[in-house]
T-cell receptor
Framework: GQNIDQPTEMTATEGAIVQINCTYQ??????LFWYQQHAGEAPTFLSY??LDGLEEKGRFSSFLSRSKGYSYLLLKELQMKDSASYLC??????????WGAGTKLIIKP | SAVISQKPSRDICQRGTSLTIQCQVD?????MFWYRQQPGQSLTLIAT?????????ESGFVIDKFPISRPNLTFSTLTVSNMSPEDSSIYLC??????????????FGAGSRLTVL
């Protein structure tokens, strides 16, 4: 079966750095996405990785290792508004999106 | 990027009734997708709504339970029929935004939170 694993919940302090991990086992690989979802709102696109390495976009970076079936989302200089759920999704060989259950990130002052 | 409006944003429904969720996009799109998001679980694709043809349903979802309409390129509806408490969930409409570095990125509506008593 296909599976995406990410921690259910994480807590971090305002101004700090947090890394949210995502491991996957899928039938093929055609890209990995990270989305942010604030409570009661729509998921919004954060990043996309298809090749190994780090993609940096402001305070957010996403890393991919295809050989390890592993990605992480790195959030720097955390702000209270970063409190949200972070969803990892992988596109498989049939271009179907497989979604993780999301990681709820709680930021404390 | 596309703006998606969903109605209702939330509703409380009685067992055995049906509810229709509307999804309006501010631009013409080829494909619209309906997802379900149950508490603590991953997003699950229900079906792809195609304009001019029947929707394509994913495994575990059937047209009798989740009929879908797609009368034009900016609008779709999802009906949750003969509801039971197990249908309590957030239902999300989404469209493909286009390509960003080779990826088709999804844009989502804010969702419709249904509670079935």
């Amino acid at each position: 079966g296909q599976n995406i694993d990410q921690p259910t919940e994480m807590t971090a302090t305002e101004g700090a750095i947090v890394q949210i991990n995502c491991t996957y086992q899928t039938s093929g690989f055609n890209g990995l996405f990270w989305y942010q979802q604030h409570a009661g709102e729509a998921p919004t696109f954060l990043s996309y990785n298809v090749l190994d390495g780090l993609e940096e976009k402001g305070r957010f970076s996403s890393f991919l290792s295809r050989s390890k079936g592993y990605s992480y989302l790195l959030l720097k200089e955390l702000q209270m508004k970063d409190s949200a759920s972070y969803l990892c999704a992988v596109r498989d060989s049939n271009y179907q999106l497989i979604w993780g259950a999301g990681t709820k990130l709680i930021i404390k002052p | 990027s596309a703006v998606i409006s969903q109605k209702p944003s939330r509703d409380i429904c009685q067992r055995g009734t049906s509810l229709t969720i509307q999804c309006q996009v501010d631009s013409q799109v080829t494909m619209m997708f309906w997802y379900r998001q149950q508490p603590g679980q991953s997003l699950t694709l229900i079906a792809t709504a195609n304009q001019g043809s029947e929707a394509t349903y994913e495994s575990g979802f059937v047209i009798d339970k989740f009929p879908i309409s797609r009368p034009n390129l900016t609008f779709s509806t999802l009906t949750v029929s003969n509801m039971s408490p197990e249908d309590s969930s957030i239902y999300l409409c989404s469209v493909t935004e286009g390509q960003i570095t080779g990826a088709n990125v999804l844009t989502f509506g804010a969702g419709s939170r249904l509670t079935v008593l």
